[in-house]
């Protein structure tokens, strides 16, 4: 109907109409502006039904009034220079006052020490654009509150602008970062606790094994000094024929070397560190410990290695590998009562078996089997034996460490542990560990040739020795091969016998443990001051190197041989003339 209205009406009627609601709309927008800047205090309006409806601005922003009272966050306004002309209950709250004592005093009242400039910047920032930022504030109590503010700039005809903003309290989300933070703390403490009693527990289980071969490596000894003591006696002899001198001598010779055998695989075994692993041929190990593992079980314990040609790589750690054997012979040698047979057997295995609690696991991996002709283990405590300070020994018989060694060694290093044991047969323990590829070994420097003894020529050698004996025999020994010497019993004297006559020493030759500064510590201070001096170190045991390591000098182990020490001397020194040249 309209739209035929409109299509009857003549252009100049059309023309009428639109500038009459155009005028209606111009109306519009003025008496808009006008309630916007509060030229009325009431508005009238006709509802539907064509009654007059008056609404006062009182009410009609009464709503978002409610809205700013009741939100979460402090809302202000604030004048140019930051005094508080309006604030929520929420922010009278968060600086602990009421809302009246607030208007009419400085933000900055309210500000940390310190935190004046940032306040300001912010405040100066909100008068060009939108501005955030966090800020220190402190409450009526002096307690302190870290606050997110926001603030934007409200624009006034005619006069000074104004500056609204949102204030969030950030003290509840510190106080769970400072908790947080906390529990981090006590998180990282605990971790560093539990590998602490770790660490403990694998150094008393390797401990416990160490203990049972004090008395079997007593005894080799004691059969090594016999040799030796014998052999000196007859020696002493004048009468002597020449050949039995000779076989005395040679005897001497092989009962040392069996001696420093015997003594490094000790140290070896009792070292203290942390785990290494390095990729090393099980079967070797396992040819190397045998003797120990016979000085362990005694003579009536038949001990008989099974090894296969080819070499059986395996990536763990050596020592831990060779404790967790010890450990599992030691159980062997008490079931049999001392008297029996062990047999270790090494080969590779293409996966794990499935046992009582694990399935089966493929793969490749070596197995280090070692079985026992002892009492066996009953089936009521099969679950158990590998459980920490788990025994059935007597009080003073065993800790209960040792088998517990050996599952977790197999678990840290990827493998696992099987035990199969029939009551009055016997038992195999089967360690598995993942199968490795052996690294291409590096070639050996010098040649057969090398392994003779080598003329001094004259070079001359810094001797720093506090053992009085050790000290006379190597300085007579390097003599005899044409060395010169200077022997000293200290570090002190060492580092001023360097200092008399430069240039006087070709090679310092120091033990490692002495009074005072141990031989590191003096090869590093000569590294220092004379970094092109050659430096050969010599010990027997060390734990600072068995700590730290030889930090990059020759280390000639004792006891060594005449050959030994020359060719090693010989080395050093042309290898620093070599750098110099």
């Given amino acids: 109907m309209s739209a035929e209205v409109v299509t009857d009406m003549s252009h100049a009627e059309y023309q009428a109409r639109i500038a009459e609601l155009e005028a209606r709309l111009e109306e519009s927008e003025d008496t808009l502006a006008a309630i916007r800047r509060g030229d009325f205090d009431a508005v009238v309006v006709e509802g539907p039904g064509g009654e007059r409806l008056v609404y ?12 700013i009272e009741q939100i979460q966050e402090g809302a202000l306004t604030l004048s140019h220079e930051g005094t508080v ?40 920032g909100a008068l060009r654009r939108p501005a955030r930022g966090e800020i220190a504030l402190r409450d009526k109590a002096g307690e302190p509150r870290p606050v997110y503010l926001s603030l934007n700039r409200l624009e006034r005809d005619g006069e000074a602008p104004l500056l609204c903003g949102v204030l969030t309290d950030l003290t509840e989300e510190r106080s769970r970062l400072h908790e947080l933070a906390e529990a981090n703390a006590r998180l990282t403490a605990e971790i560093a606790e539990r590998e602490r009693i770790e660490e403990a527990l694998r150094q008393a289980q390797k401990l416990e094994a160490v203990g049972q071969l004090t008395g079997g490596v007593a005894h080799d000894f004691n059969n090594l000094l016999t040799v030796i003591k014998s052999s000196t006696d007859l020696l002493k002899r004048r009468d002597l024929p020449e050949d039995r001198r000779s076989r005395y001598v040679l005897a001497i010779a092989d009962t040392v070397d069996r001696a420093a055998k015997l003594t490094g695989q000790l140290l070896a075994f009792a070292r203290r560190q942390a785990l290494k692993p390095e990729t090393f041929d099980a079967s070797a190990s396992v040819a ?59 080969e590779a295995a293409e996966g794990i078996p ?23 283990i009953p089936p009521a405590i099969l679950d158990r034996i590998f459980e920490p300070f788990f025994t059935t020994k007597g009080v003073g018989q065993g800790t209960g460490l040792g088998l517990s060694q050996v599952f977790g060694f197999a678990k840290q290093s990827g493998g696992a542990v099987l035990v199969r044991s029939e009551v009055g047969r016997g038992t195999t323990f089967t360690l598995y560990l993942p199968r490795a590829e052996m690294p ?18 004259g070079t001359c050698v810094l001797v720093v020795e506090d053992n009085a004996e050790v000290g006379r025999f190597a300085t007579q020994t390097l003599e005899e091969l044409g060395y010169s010497t200077v022997w000293v019993r200290d570090a002190e004297a060492a580092l001023a016998e360097l200092e008399k006559i430069p240039f006087r020493f070709d090679v310092v030759f120091s033990d490692v443990v002495m009074p005072g500064r141990d031989g590191v510590d003096l090869a590093n201070e000569i590294r220092q001051r004379r970094p092109e001096m050659p430096i050969v170190l010599t010990s027997g045991y060390s734990h600072v190197l068995a700590k730290e390591g030889t930090h990059g000098f020759e280390l000639l182990h004792k006891p060594y041989s005449v050959e030994q020490l020359s060719l090693m001397l010989s080395r050093v020194v042309a290898a620093g003339r070599r750098g110099r040249a």
């Fill in 440 to 457: 291409a070994a590096a070639p050996k420097p010098g040649s057969e040739a090398d392994e003779a003894q080598v003329d001094g020529h």
């Fill in 288 to 346: 190397s410990i045998g003797d120990m593992v016979g000085t362990l079980t005694g003579a009536r314990i038949h001990v008989v290695t099974r090894l296969p040609d080819r070499p059986c790589c395996v990536h763990a750690d050596p020592s831990q590998f060779d404790t967790a054997l010890v450990n599992i012979a030691v159980n062997a040698r008490d079931a049999m009562q001392g008297e029996g047979e062990l047999t270790i057997t090494v």
């Fill in 354 to 376: 499935a046992s009582r609690t694990e399935e089966a696991v493929p793969g490749p991996f070596v197995a280090v089997s070692v079985s026992d002709t002892g009492t066996g």
């Fill in 85 to 124: 002309l309006y604030c929520n209950r929420r922010l009278a709250a968060i600086l602990g006052a009421r809302q009246e004592t607030l208007i009419g005093h400085s933000l900055r009242r309210f500000v940390q020490p310190g935190q004046e400039a940032a306040l300001a910047a912010l405040l100066e």
């Fill in 56 to 67: 006062t601005l009182e009410n009609a922003d009464r709503p978002y009034r409610v809205l």
